[in-house]
């Protein structure tokens, strides 16, 4: 008798499939099925836009439409600060000028009563050559100049900034600038020594006219001392004095026989002129104003000319205060809702056992953990998207309203750049944050344990940044993931003018994506510890 | 003979029937279920762990915020405050320890046989009540005394001397005897109320997310520039946090939007309400 060959039982099932999108539907569906979750994800959004329109709408009663003396709208739009003293001629259709500066000193003005180790230098003063459209406050430019703290700069347009040699000027190592002219564009050009040139930049100013006004400027902006005490503001402003030395001037272009004419552009928002009550903060303020300042001074005599300016400053208005980046803070609700669910996505399959079945059924734990993040990123990232999007422009609105002007705190559309930072940047930010907060739940398998990691790492430096003095408060803006907040800023801020960025008034250390990459290196190395975790322990 | 047997006017038939078998005891006395409460916190490890957590975070940043604080000539800074800041980022392991208490009852389906055993809920309540006082006021006293101490040791150093108006940090100086007392007196509350949300919400994730918004966004936002002063100060002086740690204020009482007393109280307020809701709500459901 002939035994049959028997063969194992096999199942008639296909094999289990564990690819990645296979995974990912998995997650996907484990993440929608459960109500609650879903629940919570879409008050996280709603919350999120609730909080921001309702901190827009009682925050506006602080500051009334007159409080902002803004001096001019610049070529953007923007409000700028255009004040300084100019020794002008005429510049028709191509030319150049060109300078040799050989000193610049700044201090601030006598008289103010400051002891001595207070003593400042605006690193931000400046002097050299400029081509403007004309006499008007806010008229397009293009500037070379030397600085006491950044060297040769050239700047343009307000917004504009690019450096050319480092270094203080002296009479020993003294600075030659020169502008070129040609049609609508306009080059700068630096040199240590008069023969040898390197170019710093080229600006096309929209709309120079054929005769343009070229020249001298000198321009001191005050000095701003800021001291942050348990959520109060003790800021200084100092009145400060340029003075600065030029030769060697040669103007081509201009008319035949014209003469240089001296003058102050624009008015003051400094000592002597409107005071500039946006500087001065809401508790504990300080708008000191000491003395007077002496008027802006020139002299020319045997090709020597001699500059000085106080309280001026050629450059983009910036406000202490950001008021939608701070209403936007209300996101801080929905954030803790998010960070809820990011933990819980993992911590919950721990409590219910679950986890042993998914991994069962997907043995590569690495691609598990990668799946769920992709689908708590992404499901937070959408739902931001919406509550940001929606929020944003009713805030702006509001505060607009309440009596934030447009001019200096702009509205920004949501197609704009700036506007884009601020909703897709929400977005991003709560999607990473999701993610850290999974992580925290895998490494800890506890809630509680995994929600408080969260909320320590990614909220509590925020309020202790506020309590604490400035500086340990910036580094913790700089270190942990709550940098990435500087993503919600309403105002972009300036390296090239000097402003008070307090955590208090919503200003970050970091640049915006700068501070996200921050958040980001965390959730990376969240995800590698979570995953070599999942690896080395059972279920 | 206790009040179960008597129930009704008549003994209870049960009871007689059992009466011969074994001392029966209608209620757990509250002395049992407090030792019962006492065993099982203390033989979880997480306890131990989140203790030492709110002590070093408290005493640790506390003693970082002491150092970061300069006084280089006058300055209107609060040492004593100053000392304590570290009771921010520590109360969230208070938080998380009181929440647990009750919360990883409902999660692991402890909480039945503990009302099988103690079936006066609000004598359970209770005796958690009591172990979780005694355990972090006690661990708040250690913590308290060791940022007090460290901003003994560092303010004079960084100007906060006799020569600017300072007194050494001292607890024989009234105000910061008040101060220091209050913070743990604030911790103990701390935790009281999220033992009584943790009971009302049985779910530890949500809880813990509910009190971390109390305790750290609403401190936040009453803090921002943007707020008109109005606003302000009805967040500082309703929301539990921030009224309850005026009580470490020790210059300048007359310029806080809420006394220290009474914005203790304010918190007492709060706890009570949570205690009295997750009571109410641990009587009248299921478990």
């Not at chain 1, 054929?210 to 321009?219: E, I, S, V």
């Not at chain 1, 001291?227 to 103007?251: E, G, K, M």
Request: charged content about 10%; overall charge positive; aromatic content about 6%.
């Amino acid at each position: 008798m002939s035994t049959g060959t028997m063969s194992p039982y096999q199942s008639g099932q296909r094999p289990g499939r564990d690819d990645f999108p296979h995974l990912l539907r998995a997650e996907w569906t484990k993440f929608r099925t459960v109500r609650g979750w879903v629940i919570a994800m879409v008050a996280a959004a709603v919350l999120t836009g609730l909080a921001v329109v309702a901190l827009a709408g009682i925050g506006g009663g602080q500051q009334n439409p007159g409080a902002h003396p803004v001096a001019a709208i610049g070529p953007g739009g923007q409000a700028v600060t255009d004040h300084f003293y100019f020794v002008r001629q005429s510049l028709a259709g191509h030319g150049s000028i060109t300078v040799r500066v050989t000193s610049l000193a700044d201090n601030e003005l006598p008289g103010q009563g400051l002891p001595a180790h207070y003593l400042p230098a605006q690193p931000w003063a400046k002097a050299g050559i400029i081509i403007k459209a004309g006499t008007k406050p806010g008229s397009a430019y293009a500037a070379v100049m030397v600085t006491p703290g950044h060297g040769v700069r050239m700047q343009y347009d307000f917004t504009h900034d690019a450096a050319g040699l480092a270094g203080p000027v002296s009479a020993a190592s003294p600075r030659w600038l020169r502008l070129t002219r040609s049609g609508d564009t306009v080059t700068g050009y630096d040199s240590a020594d008069g023969t040898h040139w390197a170019e710093i930049g080229t600006a096309r100013l929209a709309g120079l006219p054929a005769t343009a006004q070229a020249g001298l400027f000198a321009a001191s902006p005050q000095y701003l001392q800021a001291v942050q005490q348990f959520a109060n503001n003790n800021n200084a402003f100092y009145d400060t004095q340029a003075t600065a030395a030029f030769d060697h001037v040669r103007l081509t272009g201009g008319q035949p026989g014209g003469a240089w004419r001296g003058g102050v552009i624009g008015f003051p928002t400094g000592p002597g002129g409107q005071r500039d009550i946006s500087r001065c903060g809401p508790s504990g303020q300080d708008c000191r104003k000491i003395g007077s300042a002496p008027a802006a001074r020139f002299s020319q005599a045997a090709g020597r000319f001699t500059l000085s300016d106080s309280g001026g400053d050629i450059a983009p208005y910036i406000t202490d205060v950001d008021p939608l980046g701070l209403v936007l803070k209300g996101s801080l609700i929905g954030l803790i809702a998010v960070i809820a669910l990011g933990a819980m996505f993992i911590t919950a399959e721990y409590r219910r056992g679950l986890i042993r079945t998914t991994f069962s059924a997907s043995p590569r734990r690495g691609r598990v953990l990668a799946a769920k993040a992709v689908v708590i990123g992404s499901a937070t990232f959408v739902a931001g998207l919406v509550g940001a999007a929606i929020a944003v422009p009713i805030a702006e609105r509001k505060l607009h309203a309440g009596g934030w002007v447009s001019s200096v705190f702009p509205v920004w559309s949501l197609t704009s750049g700036h506007g884009l930072q601020i909703v897709l940047g929400t977005a991003a930010l709560l999607a990473v944050a999701a993610v850290l907060a999974l992580c925290a739940g895998a490494v800890l398998r506890s809630s509680a344990g995994a929600i408080t990691a969260g909320v320590v790492v990614l909220i509590v430096p925020l309020l202790l940044a506020v309590v604490l003095p400035q500086g340990p408060g910036d580094w913790l803006l700089r270190l942990t993931p709550a940098a990435a907040f500087g993503l919600q800023q309403g105002t972009p801020h300036y390296s090239q003018v000097m402003s008070f960025c307090q955590p208090y008034n919503g200003c970050f250390p970091l640049s915006p994506w700068y501070g996200f990459a921050v958040l980001c290196v965390w959730a990376a190395a969240g995800l590698a510890l979570a995953t070599y975790l999942l690896r080395r322990r059972d279920a | 003979m206790t009040r179960a047997l008597s129930a009704g006017g008549a003994p209870l038939r049960g009871a007689a029937l059992l009466r011969g078998a074994a001392p029966l005891r209608g209620a757990t006395p509250l002395r049992e279920a407090v030792h019962a409460e006492w065993t099982k916190l203390r033989t979880v490890p997480s306890t131990g762990w989140l203790l030492l957590t709110a002590i070093v975070l408290t005493a640790g940043v506390g003693a970082l915020t002491t150092t970061a604080e300069k006084c280089p000539a006058s300055c209107g800074a609060d040492p004593t405050k100053l000392s304590l800041t570290g009771i921010l980022p520590g109360q969230a392991a208070i938080a998380v320890l009181a929440v647990l208490v009750m919360t990883s009852e409902y999660s692991s389906g402890m909480i039945r046989i503990t009302l099988t055993a103690v079936p006066r809920r609000a004598t359970a309540m209770a005796a958690k009540a009591i172990i979780l006082s005694g355990v972090v006021l006690t661990a708040g006293t250690v913590a308290v005394l060791a940022s007090v101490l460290a901003g003994r040791l560092i303010l004079p150093g960084n100007g906060f001397s006799a020569a600017h108006g300072f007194a050494a940090l001292s607890l024989g100086n009234g105000p910061t005897l008040r101060a220091a007392a209050g913070s743990v007196l604030y911790l103990g509350l701390i935790a009281l109320f999220s033992l009584g949300l943790g009971t009302a919400l049985r779910d530890s994730g949500a809880s813990i997310a509910v009190i971390l918004s109390l305790l750290y966004i609403v401190p936040l936002l009453s803090d921002l520039g943007v707020l008109a002063p109005a606003w302000k100060h009805r967040l500082q002086e309703y929301g539990p946090a921030t009224a309850g740690l005026a009580i470490q204020a020790t210059r300048n009482l007359p310029k806080l939007p809420i006394g220290p007393w009474p914005g203790l109280g304010v918190l007492a307020a709060w706890t009570a309400a949570a205690l009295l809701a997750g009571g109410l709500l641990l009587r009248l459901r299921d478990v």
